[in-house]
């Protein structure tokens, strides 16, 4: 069974920093697009990340960008986040997402796997 196992959540003060990694399991993932979602308290999950197959392509969501990094290690399968100068706002259950399609796409119809989610909380 695929399964998106997600890690590197935690607990973080403002302004510091954290790194998420999603390595699937299963089958690889190289020729996926991957993405990134979040979903805080009593919100909808909105897209954070995105990049393509090759890691030539990448999408921010605007709140992310110059602050957040996507990239992805094809020889390892492994996709990441890594998250600067972060914010309370940030605080949220970051998921992975993988797309057949090998694009970044912005929507969640366009991922066919999730993983269950990390959790990141920013304290102020």
């Known amino acids: 069974q695929v399964q998106l196992v997600e890690s590197g959540g935690g607990l973080v003060q403002a302004g510091g920093s954290l790194r998420l990694s999603c390595a699937p399991s299963?089958?690889?993932?190289?020729?996926?697009?991957m993405g990134w979602f979040r979903q805080a308290p009593g919100k909808e999950r909105e897209f954070v990340a995105g990049?393509?197959?090759?890691?030539?392509?990448?999408y921010y969501a605007d709140s992310v960008k110059g602050r957040f990094t996507i990239s992805r290690a094809n020889a390892k399968n492994t996709v990441y986040l890594q998250m600067n100068s972060l914010k309370p706002e940030d605080t949220a259950v970051y998921y992975c997402?993988?797309?057949?399609?090998?694009?970044?796409?912005?929507?969640?119809?366009?991922?066919?796997?999730w993983g269950q989610g990390t959790q990141v909380t920013v304290s102020s």
């Open positions: 997402a993988a797309a057949s399609s090998g694009r970044a796409t912005f929507a969640e119809v366009g991922y066919e796997y």
């Open positions: 299963g089958r690889t993932f190289i020729d996926y697009g």
């Open positions: 990049i393509n197959w090759s890691g030539g392509i990448t």
